[in-house]
């Protein structure tokens, strides 16, 4: 099976891409930079083409993962070039509009899919993420394509929703239009109050810091999407009305203050959200406290070691955590403060830091060799040292010169710093000393 991605050099479209051709289907993704494209072709292993009819040509399953704004006219250019009995699937946030384009220039026999998935090109896979499809009727939704790619992405992890595309515009409208717009006011809001935005977290209560976080996400990211999304969404106006309207409603009530209205208003609307307002409360709960866990966590690191790795590149930072102030974390790191934002790092569990240390620092040793009973059960021996020390048994041997009712055993103990591994040995000799070990003289090796 071929499976032909229209922009599936950048975004979500070489997400799919990467993926699918990660599973074994071949893949042929378009796009207008020939320099990227080529890139992409080496990186993941599929086919670029700069022609975007060419590529729907060649499809089983054409993928249109282009910008909202010109999706209806590529639907326009290359629906009438899909193959008969053959897929044409948009993955934009929107459904009322590509669909009816695809009914409107697909071949007849053409199984159209308009497709929503509601996540991102940084997810690592299809488990549980969200896949929305919108047949325009129940004999698309019956069709043995739609059938096999709904199977698909079920059995990859996703959880989907079938709903007719008015149905999701307006759903969407309010869980992305509405959500966006109203994050976009207030921070347009804060600049024009002029607000600092780092003095106020100062005096913010977490609820407040939530807020800010998630204005700050959502006018961080790409503008023209957001903007896509309200401007091509034929539910969205209403959905904006309605929320000015709701404004003016308390602005007009805050000015009269009439607390009573005040208070029935919010009555109303705690009614009106049922258990959810419970829900809700825990959620944010759960969300302030993680907050407040993680700096509790720093600052109980400070003058400890600690791994610190950036939230989006992944790099980790190793060193000694030296202090915690406002929104940084200062890592003595060999020698040199490294400054660190605490909302792009997270501190890694002891574990992780193991590992990592594992994987990426010189280890030094120390053998040293002990004489046990013979009728000493190793594992158990092994089992006690590896919860305080890291080391390993490379040795176990019994004979001449070892006297009879007895075996040596070489452990080999490790650190990842030179000068600590004199004390490491002197404390496990000591141990082995404690549960009936005898060191053996002249047998140490150091490295």
């Not at 569990?349 to 059960?377: C, G, M, P, R």
């Amino acid at each position: 099976m071929i499976i032909s991605i229209i922009g599936g050099t950048d975004g979500l479209g070489k997400w799919f891409a990467k993926y699918l051709s990660s599973k074994g289907y071949s893949v042929i993704v378009s796009g207008r930079d020939k320099e990227k494209g080529e890139a992409v072709e080496k990186e993941l292993g599929v086919i670029y083409t700069q022609d975007n009819i060419e590529a729907t040509k060649k499809g089983d399953i054409v993928i249109l993962a282009v910008p909202i704004n010109i999706t209806e006219w590529m639907i326009k250019e290359l629906a009438p070039h899909v193959r008969e009995n053959c897929v044409l699937m948009d993955i934009t946030s929107i459904k009322e509009i590509p669909t009816k384009a695809m009914l409107k220039y697909a071949k007849k026999d053409t199984v159209i899919m308009p497709t929503h998935p509601m996540f991102g090109p940084s997810t690592p896979s299809l488990r549980r993420q969200v896949v929305i499809l919108t047949p325009p009727t129940k004999e698309h939704e019956n069709n043995p394509w739609f059938i096999k790619i709904k199977n698909f992405f079920e059995e990859e992890g996703a959880r989907v929703i079938i709903i007719p595309p008015e149905k999701h515009d307006k759903i969407m409208g309010v869980v992305q239009g509405l959500t966006h717009y109203s994050y976009i006011v207030l921070g347009s809001t804060l600049r024009e109050l002029n607000i600092d935005i780092k003095e106020s977290r100062k005096y913010a209560s977490p609820i407040y810091e939530l807020m800010i976080n998630i204005i700050a996400r959502i006018i961080g990211q790409n503008p023209y999407l957001y903007a896509d999304i309200q401007m091509h969404n034929p539910q969205i106006n209403d959905i904006h009305q309605t929320f000015i309207n709701e404004c003016e409603k308390i602005k007009e009530i805050v000015e009269n203050k009439d607390r009573e209205a005040f208070a029935k208003l919010m009555k109303e609307s705690s009614k009106h959200f049922g258990n959810e307002t419970i829900k809700g409360m825990n959620y944010s709960d759960k969300a302030v406290g993680a907050i407040t866990r993680e700096v509790d966590k720093l600052k109980k690191s400070i003058g400890k070691e600690a791994g610190l790795k950036h939230a989006y590149s992944n790099k980790v930072h190793f060193g000694i955590v030296k202090d915690v102030v406002d929104d940084f974390i200062i890592l003595d790191k060999q020698g040199k403060d490294l400054k660190l934002s605490i909302a792009n790092t997270n501190l890694m569990t002891k574990e992780e830091l193991k590992q990592w240390k594992e994987a990426n620092l010189k280890k030094y040793y120390n053998d040293i060799s002990f004489l046990f009973k013979d009728n000493v059960d190793i594992d158990i021996i092994l089992e006690l040292l590896k919860s305080k020390y890291n080391i390993e048994i490379i040795d176990v041997y019994k004979g001449a010169p070892i006297q009879e009712g007895y075996k040596s055993m070489t452990i080999r103990i490790y650190s990842f710093k030179k000068q600590d591994l004199e004390n490491l040995r002197s404390s496990l000799i000591r141990t082995v000393e404690n549960i009936g070990g005898i060191k053996r003289y002249n047998t140490d090796i150091l490295n």
